[in-house]
């Protein structure tokens, strides 16, 4: 079964550094997404992209915050600058066209650590 | 904004019994609802998927239940088993219809 797949499964870095976060969602689908999750806080919306653009984000996601997807696999998110803030659980999830684009299928995660 | 409230106390049943978890929106009926199901340090899962004009939905031994007057999804498991114990969180979209908003989830334990 086609799956979401994410790299590195775990990133530690220093506050004020770049990271980017990398995600290969399932290949027929068409909408892509990030999300965070906090330690012991629910799962949170950071933005959707399609069709090469952003099409929602949310007030979380400000100017430290960059999505591309840079060939036909690829889906990253950078952050700029981290905080200590940061530190998070940072989920992609993908859907497709078939069946309707509502159920969202996730990736493992990866887990930032801002020192 | 729309809010997602499930009890966020874990619920520990016997092995064998049916869980039953509640799920209670605060504002306008969302279009569809769904349940996904968290291991520790794991992605969501999707379990299953109910239209506000279905009031039930069944996939093996699941079951979920939709009532948009009580503002109000029930996620039932029956014969649990311990691999059921994982926390499961009631999601709606919002927004522009892309954008979910999750629950905290209810943690459910299935002892022997």
């Known amino acids: 079964e086609p799956e979401v797949t994410q790299t590195p499964s775990h990133q530690v870095t220093q506050m004020g550094q770049e990271v980017i976060l990398r995600c290969v969602p399932i290949?027929?689908?068409?909408?892509f997404y990030w999300y965070r999750q906090i330690l012991g806080q629910k799962v949170e919306f950071l933005v959707s992209?399609?069709?090469?653009?952003?099409?929602?984000k949310s007030e979380i996601f400000d100017d430290q915050f960059s999505v591309e997807r840079p060939d036909g696999s690829n889906f990253t998110l950078k952050i700029r600058s981290t905080k200590l803030e940061d530190s998070a659980m940072y989920f992609c999830?993908?859907?497709?066209?078939?069946?309707?684009?509502?159920?969202?299928?996730f990736g493992p995660g990866t887990r930032l650590l801002v020192l | 904004s729309q809010k997602i409230e499930q009890n966020s106390e874990a619920l520990n049943i016997q092995e064998g019994k049916t869980a039953t978890l509640t799920c209670n929106y605060t504002n306008y009926s969302p279009a569809y609802l769904q349940w996904y199901r968290q291991d520790p340090g794991r992605g969501p899962v999707f379990l299953l998927l109910i239209r506000e004009n279905e009031k039930e939905k069944r996939k093996e031994r699941l079951k979920v239940t939709f009532d948009t007057t009580l503002k109000q999804s029930l996620f039932h498991i029956t014969a649990s088993q311990p691999a059921d114990s994982a926390t499961y969180l009631c999601v709606v979209p919002t927004g522009g219809g892309n954008k979910l908003t999750f629950g905290t989830g209810t943690q459910l334990k299935v002892e022997l």
């Open positions: 992209f399609y069709n090469n653009e952003i099409s929602e």
């Open positions: 999830a993908s859907s497709g066209l078939a069946g309707g684009h509502e159920t969202q299928y």
């Open positions: 290949s027929n689908h068409l909408y």
